[in-house]
């Protein structure tokens, strides 16, 4: 005898041109899969929402395989263990890793990043998603390691609000930079980087002149810029670059990440004029190092030194209205969906 | 009494609108001037070309002054001191530097690139233009540092019968290097490079399928490219490299260093997809290094690993109408214009 239950899922609809839509996303109702040997059976507690789903939509799928027609959205998320099929997981475990939007999901546990199972901790579940996910740990190894942060270094942060810049500043600073600029989109955006972020300075894209900005607050050029918007942006940062600066990049939201061409940054001859050293940064290659990252982080919140914020929605219906404000939503922080309670 | 002597000149007449012409510049006759306290007057011997004089031309300047119309043209020479205001330098010394399309040119000997006294040395004295000079000193920071060859390492360097590629090639391989790969233009210069320069493999790009030959012959990715081109084949080297490769920016060849909006690499996303390093080289960066980058090729050379080419042409007048075959001359190696004789 078997209790059907149902599986609410999300599933792509069609491929998204241009701006991804939640009508690219059709409801579907399944069944509940049984584990395999080695599976295990995770019920979805939270989705994240990153820029980089936009690219596993695009036929080439990037970095990931291509989402196809008439499967559920991927996403990273956090679920719990239902039913496991693998000794190293147990029923009623936390876990994190690559989910997708339905309610019930089987999980592989081997491959390059698997499952993570949760520690207990005196800190917010979501959070595994935030400041000790993607977002967050990319921000630590990115400003680190990529940027190799000198004592008194200027830097700057494009997308300051977003999962991963609302960390990159304070990191900068925690590791010593001189003075921390923020790019966001318009005064409330520049005044929270400030306030909340730990930016020194804010520049805000929408009304200021940019390059005007950057020779006002780096009279002696950047030293590290961390990229999260690629386009335009890039452009003029590199023309504003020091002799021997770093540029990170983790990210080209301005492209919005479809499949046309992006747009190369012209003046990347200044790599050659100025030896810059650019630098990219694909969590995947620290896996290894999560841990130490997440220690590190969670040191640096407990001393007052980050600051962690969450833009938290709830209900599974409004999985795919949230994602097309991945590129531009009106709260900075992580961007989340809960769609259940651990039990 | 003065002897009046004659000190013939190539002065830029107007600046040039894409390709650099010969007509762009104006034969002149001038007097030859004195030199104050500190500067020292140079008999020109030899004018180096390379592609950055171009860039000299262009409004901006690149990372040097601008030549300004009626100025004569700079260029890297050897010459040797007639007359010096300067101890540190006496009549008959033989030295390098930045120098000018003009028999007679007073140097000054401060700044962030002085003249450089030439070592007496058993090999021919234009080597101090090429092989020992800013494009065989490129290369070799370029490669030992800028790509940080790991032994068994597939090496690709694009232009690989100038006066830098020529040379990237064997230091790559002396570094330890697998799989050395050059970039050329046509059959002829294709083996010519597998023949004298080191290179293992060569891609024809007049003739072949660049991405099909990069798939065929680096079935693992590119682990280091040398950069001299930029455009289109720079975004097919980023679409070949392998996680963790490294590119090294050097020259924009296929730009031919106009004043035109350069292209940049539209698929530079790779850099973060593949967590590549980017990194520039300007020679300027490594002046206190220079002796020991000459040093280690004069080893190699000695030790047989690298070969040394010139293409060296005789006559003041040749001066204007060599400058365009820097992009795209018929013979490999440093291009050089032989003046006079040392006395």
Request: charged fraction near 20%; proline fraction near 6%; charge should be negative.
């Amino acid at each position: 005898m078997t209790t059907i239950r149902v599986n609410r899922q999300w599933l792509l609809a069609r491929r998204p041109v241009g701006s991804v839509r939640p009508d690219d996303f059709e409801y579907h109702e399944g069944q509940i899969p049984s584990p395999g040997a080695g599976d295990v059976l995770v019920r979805s507690l939270y989705f994240g929402y990153d820029a980089s789903q936009r690219i596993w939509l695009t036929e080439d799928g990037g970095y990931m395989p291509s989402i196809q027609i008439g499967e559920p959205m991927r996403s990273m998320g956090i679920g719990q263990v239902v039913e496991s099929g693998n000794p190293d997981y147990a029923a009623g475990d936390l876990v994190e890793g690559f989910m997708s939007w339905q309610d019930y999901v089987i999980m592989r546990t081997d491959g390059p990043m698997p499952l993570r199972k949760l520690p207990k901790a005196d800190y917010p579940l979501s959070w595994n998603l935030g400041v000790f996910g993607v977002g967050g740990l990319t921000a630590y190894f990115g400003v680190s390691d990529g940027l190799r942060i000198k004592p008194g270094d200027t830097v700057v942060v494009s997308a300051a609000t977003g999962a991963t810049g609302s960390l990159a500043g304070g990191i900068a600073k925690a590791l010593g930079a001189g003075k921390v600029i923020g790019i966001a989109g318009g005064p409330e955006k520049c005044r929270w980087i400030k306030e909340k972020a730990g930016y020194d300075e804010a520049i805000d894209y929408l009304n200021d002149d940019l390059a005007e900005r950057l020779r006002e607050l780096c009279p002696d050029g950047v030293n590290a810029y961390f990229d999260n918007v690629g386009g335009d942006m890039l452009d003029t940062l590199l023309l504003h670059m020091a002799p021997r600066g770093r540029v990170l990049i983790c990210g080209a939201m301005s492209s919005g990440y479809t499949d046309v061409k992006l747009q190369g940054p012209s003046n990347y001859m200044r790599i050659c004029t100025h030896m810059l050293t650019v630098q990219g940064i694909l969590l995947f290659f620290y896996r290894d190092r999560l841990e130490e990252g997440a220690a590190q982080m969670a040191r640096w919140i407990s001393e007052g030194k980050l600051h962690v914020e969450e833009n938290v929605f709830e209900g599974f219906e409004k999985a795919p209205e949230l994602l097309p404000t991945v590129f531009g939503g009106k709260n900075p922080g992580k961007l989340l969906l809960k769609v259940a309670d651990p039990s």
